[in-house]
């Protein structure tokens, strides 16, 4: 066990969860008004259409797909039928086809945002950062996948990683099941951490508001005037807004935004 | 029965002169910041023509609205809450920002700071979506007055209804003109397609809203609303709509659309409706009962039991007696006010008189006199053209009501010249339209010559705040606001002292890519460009520090 081996598997991923964690308290408590997909479908769709929902699709099942390889211990699985030859066949089948429509549908989005005007414009430098990682974890566990399960050996990862990542989510990590994985693996799992590390601060936080209760609300909502008061800001002459329900007037989103920089407002 | 009130509007088209100054005051008011440059919370637009955005009344393209199932329910008619979850990820009735228009400025710095040339320096228009050069070739009015309509007018989802002779014959006939707002309708599409329940109709008055910090931008609430009257703010990935100047609304005073209009044809006022049987009305099997169902659901104010039920819903007495005096009651009451677009099962509370003045004016081009009853009568029937289009616009095809609209309003006039000029009262034109010659001039009252306090009746809200305070922060004209002539807080949404009419290139370009906090203190890293610290990211080290407002980017000070 080298200070190096520490740093990486033990510090490196509570270090990304709790960002993670802290992160997402923070954004959501400070910044809900800049919570949100940022869409940029109005600026162009001709690429989107294919895009996003390849990519989407994708992505879901990978993240599916890790749920199962890495959380689940693999007695369990042999328990209700899922033997090694069963599960391997699934993993690089179904993984590879998300892998393939995933990476195809990042190509296109990266694509589109470099290429359509509007939206190059509209991408922000943590847009950018945010798809470094998001390929760079993408490319590297697919690289890995191709590399050693389709094509090597066969790399057992659920005898390694997995009960590495639940030894870390009990607080008991074990460094030495990291010993030996292959350095595709490794990289693939230490963008990861940093793409985590990130997550709260770029756009990727609409992943946390997926509207599943949209199955389960009625279809009209009624709220009162007084449900979401809170104080109005001051006007530069100290007057209050009349409205108890700001956070329903855009523009005065955007009055707080000034207010806040021009130093009226204390 | 349950009561509840529901604050609307009614617009009478025969006034309105197509000036859009409400229009221009509401964007001031409301929209005047990045993000919004396209969108027109109130827009005017020429009948027939296309509207704004184009076609939005086509909706087998649009998808917005209701429809009937057969076994009788209303469903979205672009799917229920699964299809719309399934088509999240890229929403295939999205219309772009060219079905609106795309937003640019001019580079007036050229003007004022360009190398000495052989030519004068010209302003070039610039996309405000991409900083390029561009070609102006729409936007939110192009087809005003009929301008261009050989053209664009096939592309009038109403006129294509109608026959061929007719669209040749239209520029002879009429036009008029037809502002829109949102129409805070009673079955509300828009909050039905919200997946994340951000949108919502306010029990007190019935506005309907975005929450701006719970909308995530999954933009189905602006497909879903087949009036297109909830946009897409492209910088902040929010959605934003009409809020009726609820800030105004609750002290008392008028949306900014209706002080402001020119022709002083907008009337505002509360209707009580039972929301009980919102759902049934909208589900009638005939799109031309919607009408009707409508109305019967909407509530006589006079009532015992409706001001029992309006008691016991909690209304408060000074609204039920603002229902009363309601000029939208009246109005409706009389049924010269017709819906937009009823069958599209919202439900929709913004009404409008339909126009006399295109049958007048016929009639009086053909040497005819345009104020006497029994040709102007005749003529409602004759002119097919105008009546049928504005039965497509107001009732769903039916020509009937919108011919018992036309015919009181001609009767109006009629008996109105008979008192103002010759002095007598004609009750027999009144009673042709089934109304007495009192009830006539009453209607004449309030069409013709209302005040303020008759056109507006608007109670104020019942929190414990409003009293106390006077409508200043929200409204135009707080120092320094835009309605001063200032630099305002709604010109802009970064840096302070951006001249609000002056809509600089530079400025508008250094303030697309600069980085701001969305909330006081706060900072949103979102649109940080890692540049120096976020501003709000940490408090100020000093109390006496003075901030630098945004970044000074290119900005050339003249002086
Ligand atoms: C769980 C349900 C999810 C939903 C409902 C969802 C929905 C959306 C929507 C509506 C957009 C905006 C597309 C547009 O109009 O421009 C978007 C963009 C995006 N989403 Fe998701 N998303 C989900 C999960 C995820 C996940 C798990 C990831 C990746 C880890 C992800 C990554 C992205 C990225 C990178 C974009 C930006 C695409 C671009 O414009 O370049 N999403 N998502
Ligand atoms: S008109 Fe207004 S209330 Fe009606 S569906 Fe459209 S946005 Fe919603
Ligand atoms: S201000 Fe009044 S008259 Fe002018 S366009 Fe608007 S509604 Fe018509």
Redesign the pocket.
């Known amino acids: 066990m080298t200070a190096l081996q520490i740093i990486l598997w033990v510090a490196v991923p509570y270090a990304a969860i709790s960002v993670f964690i802290v992160g997402h308290i923070w954004r959501y408590r400070y910044d809900k008004f800049g919570w949100t997909?940022?869409?940029?479908?109005t600026y162009e769709n001709r690429l989107?259409r294919w895009?996003?929902p390849m990519?989407?699709l994708g992505?879901?099942m990978v993240?599916a797909g890790h749920a199962v390889g890495l959380l689940i211990p693999r007695e369990w699985l042999y328990a209700v039928g899922v033997n090694e030859e069963i599960y391997h066949f699934g993993a690089t089948t179904l993984g590879s086809f998300a892998a393939a429509l995933t990476l195809a549908g990042?190509a296109i989005?990266?694509y589109?945002?470099r290429t359509v005007g509007p939206?190059f414009l509209a991408?922000t430098v943590m847009?950018k950062v945010?798809?470094v990682f998001?390929a760079a974890a993408l490319g590297f566990g697919t690289a890995a996948t191709v590399v050693y399960q389709v094509f090597g050996g066969g790399f057992h990862y659920r005898e390694t990683i997995s009960p590495w990542i639940r030894s870390i989510l009990i607080f008991q990590p074990d460094v030495t099941l990291m010993e030996g994985v292959p350095l595709l693996f490794q990289l693939h799992v230490l963008s990861a951490w940093a793409?985590f590390a990130l997550w709260p601060f770029t756009?990727?936080v609409?992943?946390f508001?997926?509207?599943i209760g949209y199955l389960f609300r009625p279809y009209i909502v009624y709220r009162s005037r007084d449900a979401n008061r809170e104080p109005a800001p001051r006007a530069a002459d100290g007057t209050r807004c009349s409205s108890p329900t700001r956070s329903d007037c855009a523009a005065c989103r955007a009055q707080l935004r000034v207010t806040n920089r021009t130093g009226t407002v204390r | 029965m349950r009561v509840m009130a529901q604050m609307s509007m009614i617009m009478n088209l025969d006034k309105c002169i197509g000036c859009h100054t409400c229009s221009v005051t509401c964007k001031q008011a409301w929209t005047n910041r990045t993000g919004v440059e396209y969108v027109w919370f109130n827009n005017v637009e020429t009948r027939p023509g296309v509207g704004y955005p184009r076609g939005y009344e086509d909706q087998e393209k649009w998808g917005g609205g209701w429809v009937r199932t057969k076994r009788g329910r209303l469903k979205l008619r672009s799917g229920g809450r699964l299809a719309k979850?399934s088509r999240?990820?890229?929403?295939p009735k999205?219309p772009g920002i060219h079905d609106y228009y795309e937003p640019w400025t001019y580079d007036y710095d050229m003007l004022i700071n360009a190398p000495r040339t052989a030519h004068t320096p010209v302003a070039r228009p610039k996309s405000l979506l991409t900083g390029e050069d561009m070609k102006i070739s729409w936007s939110a009015n192009w087809d005003d007055n009929l301008g261009g309509s050989l053209e664009t007018m096939q592309d009038d989802p109403i006129l294509t209804k109608m026959s061929e002779e007719v669209q040749a014959e239209f520029e002879k006939a009429f036009m008029f003109y037809l502002p829109r707002i949102c129409e805070h309708c009673l079955n509300p599409s828009c909050v039905a397609s919200c997946?994340s329940g951000a949108m919502y109709k306010r029990e007190e008055d019935g506005i309907v809203l975005v929450d701006q910090d719970q909308c995530r931008?999954?933009?189905m609430c602006v497909s879903g609303c087949p009036y297109k009257k909830v946009y897409f703010n492209h910088r902040t990935g929010k959605a934003e709509k009409c809020t009726f100047c609820y800030p105004r609304i609750e002290v008392g005073l008028p949306t900014v659309c209706s002080e402001t209009c020119v022709g002083r044809l907008r009337y505002l006022g509360l209707v009580l409706y039972d929301a009980d049987r919102v759902s049934e009305a909208a589900s009638v099997e005939d799109d031309k009962a919607l009408l009707q169902a409508q109305r019967d659901i909407i509530l006589d104010p006079h009532d015992p039991a409706v001001i029992e039920g309006a008691r016991a819903g909690g209304i408060p007495e000074d609204w039920i007696e603002a229902a009363q005096r309601s000029p939208i009651w009246k109005l409706m009451q009389y049924e010269v006010a017709l819906p937009l677009h009823p069958e599209y099962r919202t439900m929709p509370m913004v009404w409008y008189i339909p126009p006399l003045s295109p049958v007048v004016d016929v009639v009086t081009g053909s040497g005819n006199d345009g104020e006497d009853a029994r040709t102007l009568f005749a003529a409602i029937d004759k002119l097919r053209i105008p009546i049928g289009y504005l039965a497509e616009l107001f009732t769903a095809g039916d020509v009937a009501p919108v011919d018992a609209s036309l015919r009181r309003l001609a009767a109006m006039r009629s008996y109105m010249r008979g008192v103002s000029i010759d002095d007598v009262r004609d009750e027999r034109i009144a009673n042709a339209v089934g109304m007495t010659g009192t009830e006539i001039e009453e209607m004449y009252r309030l069409l013709a010559i209302a005040k303020y306090e008759e056109r507006y009746v608007i109670p104020s809200a019942h929190t414990e705040q409003a009293h106390a305070l006077e409508e200043m922060a929200c409204s135009l004209d707080f120092e320094g606001g835009p309605g001063m002539g200032g630099a305002g807080p709604f010109g802009s949404s970064s840096g302070p002292s951006v001249p609000v009419a002056v809509e600089n290139f530079h400025i508008l370009a250094d303030r697309q890519t600069a980085d701001r906090p969305s909330t006081p203190g706060r900072v949103n890293l979102l649109n940080w460009d890692g540049n120096g610290d976020a501003d709000g990211l940490f408090p100020p080290t000093g109390m006496t520090e003075v901030r630098t407002p945004g970044k000074p980017g290119k900005r050339k000070e003249d002086g």
Do not use: C, E, K
């Not at chain 1, 997909?37 to 479908?41: A, D, L, M, N, V």
């Not at chain 2, 999240?88 to 929403?91: E, G, L, Q």
């Open positions: 997909t940022r869409s940029s479908q989107l895009g996003s990519f989407h992505i879901l993240i990042l989005l990266i589109r945002r939206v991408t847009d945010m798809y998001l793409l756009r990727l609409h992943v508001s997926a509207p | 979850l999240i990820f890229s929403n999205l997946p931008g999954w933009r």
